[in-house]
Structures are given as C-alpha cells and as structure tokens.
C-alpha cells in the first residue's frame, strides 16, 4: 500500500521541462515582487535564485499545471522572512570599500548609486509612492505588493502569506489606509480632490 502511494521520481529531463515551462515565464514578476521587497537589486536578484533553487529541489512537489506563479511567490516569500530573519540577528555591516569610494568620491553629497532599474521601478510607482510603500512594515508591505502590483486573489495571498484570507483582507484594509495617510498631501499636490465627507 505504501508503495503505490509513493511520490513518482521525475527524471533530470522532466524537471527541467516543468521548470522551463511552468516556473521561467513568472520570472519577471518574481524579480519584481523580490525587488519591492528588498529596494536592493542585489538582495533582489540573490532572493529570486534563492527561491528558484528551492523550486527546482522541490519540484516533485509541485502539481504540474497549477498555480506556478503562486507557488513560486510562497517560496521566495518565505525566503524572504527567513533571510530577514538572520540579517535582524545579525550585527549591522559596513562595506569598507564603499567608504573608501564614497571619500575619495568628488560629489560626496550625494549619498547611494545610480541604479537603472530601481529608477524604472521608481518612474514607474513615482517616488512619493515609492517611499511611502517602502516605508511599510513589511507585513503590510507584502499585501500591497501582491494584490495592487502583481493580482493575485484574496485567495492566492493567503497561500502565499500562510494566513487566512479574512487577515488577508483586513491587513490589506490597513495597509491601503496607512498609504493613504502617507500620499494625502502628494494626491493634493498632483490635483486630486481630496474630500473628507467623501470617505
């Protein structure tokens, strides 16, 4: 009996093809939901392969044809809180080449670097956005992000998250009202009539 309830070996072939097929079109949205996460393209790009390497050493657990994009998203979250996890634990750290290359810069005004795709992301949210979504604990962060940014359902999110879906909701209640909050003098100044009585 337990034999017949044994999970089938893929071949080293048939992984790659689920792979290739099912979990690389997501890929974009991965690095995206990685990079809201972190605002850092490395720590993006180290989470999204993290996440992958667990989706293809588990891939015999996934159901071939379901939700991929899903799957991947719960795997890279909870790379994500782990990682977060051991960096809270951990001493801060300061890279001593970049002070060495900030000193010995000739513009030791600006403070960070140019970075081509945290500018899109940034043009594309804007950065009154950009900041007030960054400036969310995480938590909450992570509700908007997959919901506004990336679609998922209610029901989605609760997979993902690991919570129920009326958490779902509410914490995604809050984390709109906490935007809100963040944005109403940016709405004013772009233009939008922001009433009150109309709440």
Known sequence: MEETLKKIELTEEQKNKVFDEE??????????????????QEDAEDLVQDALVKAYRFIESYKK???AKAWLFKILKNAFINEYRKKSKRP???????????HNSE????????????????????????????????????????????????????SII???????????HRARNMLKDKLINYAKQRGYDIDPVDE
């Not at 979990?23 to 850092?40: K, R, S």
């Not at 140019?114 to 956005?129: A, N, P, S, T």
């Not at 879906?165 to 914490?171: D, E």
């Open 23 to 40: 979990f690389v079109p997501h890929l974009d949205a991965l690095y995206n939901f990685a990079y809201h996460l972190t605002y850092n």
């Open 162 to 172: 690991g919570i129920p879906i009326g958490t779902v909701r509410s914490r995604l």
């Open 92 to 102: 801060y750290k300061v890279d001593f080449e970049d002070i060495v290359s900030y």
């Open 107 to 158: 513009d030791t005004h600006y403070v960070g670097y140019l970075d081509l795709r945290e500018d899109i992301f940034q043009g594309m949210l804007g950065d009154q956005v950009t900041t007030a979504l960054e400036s969310l604990p995480v938590d909450f962060r992570t509700v908007v992000i997959l919901c506004d940014l990336q679609g998922f359902t209610y029901e989605e999110m609760a």
């Open 65 to 67: 044809g379901t939700n």
